[in-house]
């Protein structure tokens, strides 16, 4: 009988350690990080010209916008240009960037997107192998621009 008291002891003090460490562990979750109504970064922006030279530029100006279906937004590279060359800057829109969202930062991919520019869609510059992040009030990306490798990094305006 002592035996069996004991061991209905043990088994009670172990429920309730067990008990409180899930009170403790289950505390309230981080929100996940949203994004808001038309965020826009300022930063760099470099293309790779597929000749053994870079074009970089300052100052670009990236919106970010969330879709109305959940998971996805909307980028749009605001006056920019992607070589010397360029005649003119221009605004490029890619939609449909699928996102997730975690507490810590926002994940941002895509694939095989026709981006938007001058009233007109641009297969030729389809975008693919896009990634990039939402992070402490900075995006990045990566993606190929058609065949043209292209980097971002900016920073939040406020």
């Known amino acids: ?3 069996l008291f004991s061991l209905k002891n ?3 003090i172990f429920a309730l350690l067990m008990t409180s460490f ?7 979750d981080e929100e996940p990080l949203v994004i808001n109504e038309d965020e826009t970064y300022s930063g760099q922006l470099t293309v790779d010209q597929l000749n053994g030279t870079n ?3 300052g100052n670009v100006r990236i919106k970010v916008t969330p879709s109305a279906t959940a998971g996805f937004l909307t980028i749009d590279m605001l006056q920019v240009s992607f070589s010397a060359q360029m005649p003119v800057k221009l605004d490029m829109m890619v939609q449909n960037v699928s996102y997730t969202s975690t507490n810590e930062k926002i994940t941002l991919s895509g694939n095989n997107i026709i981006p938007i520019a001058m009233g007109g869609e641009f297969p030729a510059y389809t975008i693919t192998n896009l990634n990039g992040e939402i992070k402490n009030g900075t995006l990045t990306l990566s993606m190929m621009c058609g065949s043209y490798p292209l980097t971002y990094s900016g920073s939040l305006e406020l």
């Not at 899930?22 to 309230?28: L, M, N, R, V």
């Open 10 to 12: 043990k088994s009670l």
């Open 1 to 3: 009988m002592k035996k």
């Open 55 to 57: 074009y970089t530029a």
């Open 22 to 28: 899930f009170a403790i562990s289950c505390e309230k």
